[in-house]
């Protein structure tokens, strides 16, 4: 069996900014034209006004002010209200094959080591943008790596299960230099117009590269020990695949077609959940919660991580021991703790533990306790 370790991380961050107030505006006007246009019938009170949105709230609300995005020009033109991500040809690379590149190569410069030596590539996000080939199978393409690729999805899970299975495989021989690699456009599957909904998501690519730590050449984070949950609920459900096709051969503009959730239920079911898990894989992998310096936790909502990070150290917090980016970001699902984990691990020294943790759509959690080594 061979010891595995996190020997970089790289984030691919887009160059376009959403602000709340610019959010706001767009969705403002997108409810005053269908108020507007559906006058008559909210009138008759056969339609629902939509209500204006506000900073305010999304702040109070999520802790969220601002997130990257892919195309910003879309989604705030209040008679488009999404993305314009134009199809691609086929001999060009894939939207999430070049981002999910520019982030593994950041991975891959932290630790020192060259694309054809990896033999391993996971494609870990919540949605692929077609069905197959994979894209982790185009990725492992684009940076001439070896051995073999595959895509998995477990929503905002993703990444943590996608550390789980590449640690494994490293243990257990059939990979040696392994990324997981998180490109994530939750941009494209938000409902825009969905005012519950609409400001809580952001666009980026994270990656992390795992080694067998013998062949480490720098600082690294010891995967000391993994654990993966799950649990079926429809509180956080996207419908969208490829039974999508209606009688006549026509695409639906249906409202579940798009990321969906009971946010407060998510709140109510999914703490306690994640909650005893990081609990569980502590008492089982016999580390005190004390010995964890850091928590990188998903990064959905702000009350949530203040939440799970008292409940897991027993106190608050001190600032920096569990650092949250989803005011810079937003959520970015399978992404969002890997993120906080890249930007906040420098400083850590030898022997000092921190504990990577993702929750959300399934429901799914999955927690990986890490070592500093070097
Ligand atoms: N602007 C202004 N007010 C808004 C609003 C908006 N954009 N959206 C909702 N509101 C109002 C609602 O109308 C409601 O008003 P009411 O109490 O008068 O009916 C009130 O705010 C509370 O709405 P609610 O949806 O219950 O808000 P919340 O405090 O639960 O926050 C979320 C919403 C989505 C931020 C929060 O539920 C959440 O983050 N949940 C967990 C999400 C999660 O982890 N999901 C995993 C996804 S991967």
Redesign the pocket.
């Known amino acids: 069996m061979h010891q595995p370790a996190i020997t970089g991380s790289g984030v691919f961050t887009p160059s376009e900014v959403i602000t709340n107030d610019e959010l706001v505006a767009a969705?403002n006007a997108y409810a005053d034209r269908w108020n507007a246009e559906h006058a008559e019938a909210i009138a008759a009170g056969a339609a629902e006004a939509v209500?204006?949105?506000?900073s305010e709230?999304?702040v109070a609300?999520?802790g969220i002010e601002r997130r990257y995005v892919l195309d910003k020009t879309g989604v705030l033109d209040p008679e488009v209200m999404h993305p314009w991500l134009p199809e691609r040809a086929m001999e060009d690379p894939s939207v999430m094959a070049e981002m999910g590149v520019a982030a593994c190569r950041a991975a891959l410069d932290m630790g020192g080591i060259d694309g054809a030596e990896i033999d391993l590539i996971l494609c870990a996000a919540s949605n692929h943008e077609r069905a197959y080939p994979a894209i982790a199978v185009e990725i492992q393409q684009l940076l001439g790596a070896g051995g073999f690729a595959f895509d998995m999805n477990v929503?905002?899970s993703s990444a943590t299960f996608g550390i789980q299975a590449a640690a494994d495989m490293i243990r257990a021989g059939s990979a040696r230099k392994a990324l997981v690699v998180s490109p994530e456009i939750c941009s494209a599957h938000l409902e825009w117009r969905d005012?519950?909904?609409?400001?809580?998501f952001g666009d980026v690519a994270t990656a992390v590269l795992i080694e067998r730590e013998e062949e480490a050449t720098g600082p690294r984070f010891t995967i000391r020990s993994t654990r993966c949950a799950t649990q079926f609920s429809n509180n956080?459900r996207n419908n969208n695949g490829f039974l999508r096709r209606t009688r006549k051969g026509h695409m639906e503009d249906r409202r579940d077609m798009q990321f969906m959730?009971n946010?407060?239920k998510?709140?109510k079911e999914?703490l306690p959940m994640v909650s005893a898990h990081i609990a569980d894989h502590l008492a089982e992998a016999g580390v005190a919660a004390s010995d964890l310096k850091r928590l990188w936790l998903?990064q959905?909502?702000k009350t949530?991580n203040d939440y799970i990070g008292k409940k897991v150290l027993g106190r608050e917090p001190e600032p920096g021991e569990q650092p949250n980016i989803l005011q810079d970001y937003a959520?970015t699902?399978s992404a969002g703790s890997i993120i906080a984990f890249a930007q906040h691990s420098a400083d850590m020294t030898d022997g000092q533990m921190g504990l990577i943790c993702s929750?959300?759509?399934g429901y799914s959690v999955g927690s990986v306790i890490v070592e500093r080594r070097g």
């Open positions: 969705f209500a204006h949105s506000s709230f999304i609300a999520s929503a905002c005012r519950d909904c609409h400001f809580i956080i959730q946010g407060r998510v709140f999914v998903h959905a909502n949530m959520n699902s929750f959300g759509a």
